[in-house]
Nanobody, 117 residues
Framework: QVQLAESGGGLVQPGGSLRLSCVASGIIFSTYAMGWYRQVPGKQRELVARVTSGGFTDYADSVKGRFTISRDNTKNTVALQMNSLKPEDTAVYYC???????????WGQGTQVTVSS
């Protein structure tokens, strides 16, 4: 059974930082690209950042230079370091693991990030 368990969300003031973590189980983690998405009510889920199995990274323009995605294959973990947070970063953040075959797409339960003074 595949599980993606996110942690690290919370309330932070504008300009602050948070670090999200996602621990994966039930998959061969090192073979999977991993991603972070976010969603606000009434809008589509959007890609925030992703990292390939080989370690290449990609970011949404809105977070470039502020967010950093990283992975640790020894711990089956992908992290999202979020700095210089803005109110518009407020959303539920989801960990994503698309299978290499393309036939499966796994999601975590989501973690709320709220940026507010």
């Amino acid at each position: 059974q595949v599980q993606l368990a996110e942690s690290g969300g919370g309330l932070v003031q504008p300009g602050g930082s948070l670090r999200l973590s996602c621990v994966a189980s039930g998959i061969i983690f090192s073979t999977y690209a991993m991603g972070w998405y976010r969603q606000v009510p009434g809008k589509q889920r959007e890609l925030v950042a992703r990292v390939t199995s080989g370690g290449f990274t990609d970011y949404a323009d809105s977070v470039k230079g502020r967010f950093t995605i990283s992975r640790d294959n020894t711990k089956n973990t992908v992290a999202l370091q979020m700095n210089s947070l803005k109110p518009e970063d407020t959303a539920v953040y989801y960990c994503n693991a698309p299978s290499p075959s393309g036939f499966r797409n796994y999601w975590g339960q989501g973690t709320q990030v709220t940026v507010s003074s």
